[in-house]
């Protein structure tokens, strides 16, 4: 009677146990995110702030227009570049996230 309790508690245990390392990634996870996250909103900024630099120094329609045009081209770019970043980094963290239950479904069955 009381195996049947231990494999249980061993069981909870084991779970918890993963949990907590699940947790921690995710923890981890989100400071990496959000330090990548903010890198890209100050690049962002300075670029768009340097492009206004320059657009408030042209001197023609023609050379106004290839500033803009260069700046929509290179924000394009990087918000592509970033989004692609962002979603390779959500498929990592969720595999390495949960790498701690892959023990634990066997035994639940």
């Known amino acids: 009677m ?6 249980l508690q061993k069981f909870s245990q084991d779970h918890f146990d993963a949990t907590v390392k699940v947790m921690g990634t995710l923890s981890r996870g989100a400071q ?5 996250s903010a890198e890209y ?3 962002s900024f300075e670029h768009g702030s340097s ?3 320059q657009l408030m120094g042209a001197r023609t ?3 106004a227009v290839e500033i803009q045009a260069d700046f929509v081209r290179k924000s ?3 918000l592509v570049s970033h989004t692609a970043k962002v979603g390779e980094f959500y498929s990592a963290l969720a595999t390495e996230a949960f ?4 023990g634990l479904v066997p ?3």
Do not use: N
Request: hydrophobic letters at 40%; a negative charge; proline letters at 7%.
């Open 99 to 102: 790498k701690p239950y892959e």
């Open 76 to 78: 394009y770019d990087g």
């Open 107 to 109: 035994k639940a069955i």
């Open 61 to 63: 329609l023609d050379k």
């Open 2 to 7: 009381i195996q049947p309790f231990d494999q």
């Open 32 to 36: 990496a995110l959000a330090a990548d």
């Open 41 to 43: 909103a100050k690049t």
């Open 51 to 53: 492009a206004l630099e």
